[in-house]
């Protein structure tokens, strides 16, 4: 299995090359040359396996350089039980009639990002022994809550790797910030900047491909890359749970093997819905895929008209890690729906760099229809679902379930529908608890309002957040979005 890139498809890398790069040297995101089918006969064997045995099964198939030692050594590490608080680590649970809710945050930060950033590292320094050994590789990340956690956590004291973090000053929740200043390990940083989610984002794509960095860098023996979604090693280990629901319901004789289900996923930077695709395009029997957006909801236009146009008013909302404009792993799926049109590709991204804004052809925007809906919750309405519902949800969940409600009121498709979960709603307590009791604004800080949800509601708080409440703050940067650079270079000593 090789991979090429969204901008250059003559290129041919390893998994472990794509993985250590972590993006192309033109800017283009590495993808599968193609995609692996699994049959429904080994979707079906699926269903007895642990989680462990079932990311096995998925992910050696897209990472065919690895040795069975070296995917056992990489999977049983990142999933061992003592760091999630489920022991079917990503659980599938029954909230209503054809209605599930994936549980994707029983990892050590509680959010879904941990699935994926448990086992990035693991697969990031077998990749890097095999191209690139004995190099020091500097993990350079834009996070909008929880992405910079789970990479810290991931990282933190791994050998050979240093770990560089950078949130919008003002765009993460109370409880997000406390745990990203607070990180401990040898090898971490931790940088505010003035400026969105989409300004970091765009500053450290710019520093990854800057020659001049790089080569500062090489001469110290290190290289960048890249723990955001834009790196295939985070995106292949979030394909691993579709098939793992399916293999859940069909275990729980929900449905049948075979039997076709719907996917909602609250959205932001499209990586958590490329994997169900790419899920979808190796056979599992997926009918849609539904994106769910917040008031930021420029892929609810996008994937309903073809047009994608960022020049529009930035909502922060109370589902931080979704309020993005541009949302970089859309590039995957136009580079798959365009026929692996590298060209192509490459104008849509200088248009959306020029102008903010790109356009599809008719051809493309049916074959995106034929895969997704795509729906969004505003501010009020996530707060309602949040208000009304038994099973507590976190803000994120809550845009997900509301535009599934939507969903079905408008298609009457109500075939068995999965909902993923993407953060505790400890994460976000004083909002979920303020929905909860219809008030606007409560009294409390973010660790009383966690306790008093708790007593209100009996779920379980997470211990990682119980733990926070005491830990010292080790972080206090901030910096402007120009000034980036410069920071690089002092948090690495250089
Ligand atoms: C990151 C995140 C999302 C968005 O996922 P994408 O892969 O960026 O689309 C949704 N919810 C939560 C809680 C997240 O942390």
Sequence with gaps: MLYTSTRNNKIRVSAAQAIAQGISEEGGLFV??????????????????????????????????????????????????????????????EVGENEYILELWHGPTCAFKDMALQLLPYLMTVSAKKTADGKTIVILVATSGDTGKAALEGFKDVDNTKILVFYPVDGVSPMQKLQMTTQEGNNVAVCAINGNFDDAQSAVKSIFTNGEIKKELAEKNMMFSSANSINWGRLVPQIVYYFSAYADLVEQKRINCGDMINFVVPTGNFGNILAAYYAKKMG????????????????????????????????????????????????????????????????????????????????MLNSIKSDFDAGFADENAVLETISINNYLFDTHTAVAVKVYEDYVSRTNDNIPTVIDSTASPYKFAKTVLCAKLNKESIGLDEFESVKELNKLTGFDIPLPLKALENKEVRFNNVCNKEDMKQMVFKLLNL
């Excluded at 462990?52 to 070296?70: G, N, V, W, Y």
């Design 32 to 93: 599968p040359c193609e995609i692996p089918q699994l049959s429904l006969d080994k979707i079906s064997a699926l269903t007895d396996m642990t989680y462990i045995q079932r990311a096995k099964e998925i992910l050696k198939l897209f990472l065919t350089d690895f040795s069975d030692e070296e995917l056992n050594y990489c999977v049983e590490g990142a999933y061992e039980k003592s760091k999630f608080s489920s022991e079917k680590i990503a659980p599938t649970v």
């Design 284 to 363: 599992l029997p997926i009918k849609k895929l539904v994106c769910a957006s917040n008031s930021n909801n420029v892929l609810t236009d996008f994937l309903t008209t073809g047009k994608y146009n960022k020049n529009r008013a930035f909502y922060t909302t109370t589902s931080p890690s979704m309020d993005i404009l541009i949302s970089s792993n859309l590039e995957r799926l136009l580079y798959h729906i365009g026929g692996d049109n590298d060209n192509l590709v490459s104008d849509l991204m200088s248009a959306l760099s020029e102008k903010g804004e790109y356009e599809i052809s008719e051809d």
